[in-house]
């Protein structure tokens, strides 16, 4: 089974500060990962797919990077609708969830 | 816009059964596979179980034997079955649309999700 971790678990910023996450696969997924963004008692919202397309109707200050096995989301200027959990997703065998990063306000 | 709205969740005793719906609407329900996904209280998300538009499926090894994924087309529905239910089945299941026909990629429509509880 493909396992998937995240780093920070938790993460605290400010409005306006530049955050990344980082998910790393433990084999190579290719390019087959996706981020989504999830607030307290919502269901998940996808935001990248294919590890940087960005998906329709999310804010271009979201971004994705990477391949194989190491992977970034980073928020350019964080803003007060951003506080939330994030994870990725690994589908490239079967499906795989990394543990999730809470933003939390500073 | 795309829909998915759950039913079928509430308090069930361990070794019971539920079932789970998952209603389709706002897209051609037929062509697209469709996953179920868990989140038990306060902890992260974790894939159950996923069928593709031809009908296959494929289940995580914590549920497989035990729970079933199955779709009526006709119904634009989809369902999970759990059987042998444990007190670590406890979670809001979501019902999730993926873009992909045969392939299963990513989720890119999300249900609200429905609370399965299993408890004495």
């Known amino acids: 089974d493909i396992q998937m971790t995240q780093s920070p678990s938790t993460l605290s910023a400010s409005v306006g500060d530049r955050v990344t996450i980082t998910c790393r696969a433990s084999?190579?997924?290719?390019?087959?990962l996706a981020w989504y963004q999830q607030k307290p008692g919502k269901a998940p919202k996808l935001l990248i797919y294919?590890?940087?397309t960005l998906e329709s109707g999310v804010p271009s200050r979201f971004s994705g990077s990477g391949s194989e096995t190491e992977f970034t989301l980073t928020i350019s200027s964080l803003q007060p609708d951003d506080f939330a959990t994030y994870y990725c997703q690994q589908y490239d065998t079967y499906w795989t969830f990394g543990q999730g990063t809470k933003v939390e306000i500073k | 816009e795309v829909q998915l709205l759950e039913s079928g969740g509430g308090l069930v005793q361990p070794g019971g059964s539920l079932r789970l719906s998952c209603a389709a609407s706002e897209f051609t329900f037929s062509t697209y596979a469709m996953t179920w996904v868990r989140q038990a209280p306060g902890k992260g998300l974790e894939w159950v179980s996923a069928i593709n538009s031809g009908g296959d499926t494929y289940y995580a090894d914590s549920v497989k034997g035990r729970f079933t994924i199955s779709r009526d087309n006709s119904k634009r529905t989809l369902y999970l079955q759990m059987n042998s239910l444990r007190a670590e089945d406890t979670a809001v299941y979501f019902c999730?649309?993926?873009?992909?026909?045969?392939?299963?990629?990513?989720?890119?429509?999300w249900g609200q999700g429905a609370l399965v509880t299993v408890s004495s």
């Open positions: 294919k590890a940087s």
């Open positions: 084999q190579t997924i290719n390019k087959w």
């Open positions: 999730t649309k993926t873009p992909g026909i045969g392939l299963i990629e990513y989720s890119d429509y």
